[in-house]
């Protein structure tokens, strides 16, 4: 059975800084390149990043470069997500996907982040 589970999510102040987990299983995690998509209430989802099967090219949006910095380690079958100075608008719920082909064939249930004062 294939399972993405993540981890990681909660309250944090504006500037703190997260550390978002995503477990893989059920699949040869190694040959996927993997992702974190983000949704806000009443809005649409938003790419945040991805990375590529070795962990050697990593793309991120434009919102959250500078800020997110996107990990993996293909031993332990887990992607990271390091989130620092985060803003009230990165409140969301934040989900992990895996693909192949350029599109993301499996997705995790999501874990919240809020920031706020």
């Known amino acids: 059975e294939v399972q993405l589970v993540e981890s990681g999510g909660g309250m944090v102040q504006p500037g703190g800084s997260l550390r978002l987990s995503c477990a893989a299983s059920g699949f040869t995690f190694s040959i996927f390149d993997m992702a974190w998509v983000r949704q806000a209430p009443g809005k649409v989802p938003e790419w945040v990043s991805s990375i590529n099967t070795d962990g050697g090219s990593t793309y991120y949006a434009n919102s959250v470069k500078g800020r997110f910095t996107i990990s993996r380690d293909n031993a332990k079958n887990t992607v990271f997500l390091q989130m620092n100075s985060l803003k009230p608008e990165d409140t969301a719920v934040y989900y992990c996907?895996?693909?192949?082909?350029?599109?993301?064939?499996?997705w995790g249930q999501g874990t919240q982040v809020t920031v706020s004062s």
């Open positions: 996907a895996a693909g192949i082909t350029g599109s993301y064939d499996y």
